[in-house]
Nanobody, 121 residues
């Protein structure tokens, strides 16, 4: 059984910063891409940032220059440093991992339960 557990969400004022963490645990043989998605009320879930096992990153245009994704492969953990936060960044942030539980199994997408980020004065 694989679990992704996010932490670090909360309430922050515009212009502030937050750091999200997501740790993958359980039966894990290999992790390919890890990423963060978000879903605001009434909107579709969207990709925020992703990072592969080699460290290559991809960002949504709306967060480029403000957010930084990183990962610790030894800890199966991905981070999202969010700076210069705006009210429009308010959403539930979900962790995603494309991982292989055993060497002979296919890669499967796993999701965390989400953590709420609220940017408001």
């Amino acid at each position: 059984q694989v679990q992704l557990v996010e932490s670090g969400g909360g309430l922050v004022q515009p212009g502030g910063s937050l750091r999200l963490s997501c740790a993958a645990s359980g039966s894990i043989f290999s992790i390919n891409v890890m990423g963060w998605y978000r879903q605001a009320p009434g909107k579709q879930r969207e990709l925020v940032a992703a990072i592969n096992s080699g460290g290559s990153t991809n960002y949504a245009d709306s967060v480029k220059g403000r957010f930084t994704i990183s990962r610790d492969n030894a800890k199966n953990t991905v981070y999202l440093q969010m700076n210069s936060l705006k009210p429009e960044d308010t959403a539930v942030y979900y962790c995603n991992a494309d991982l292989q539980s055993r060497w002979y199994e296919n890669f499967i997408d796993y999701w965390g339960k989400g953590t709420l980020v609220t940017v408001s004065s």
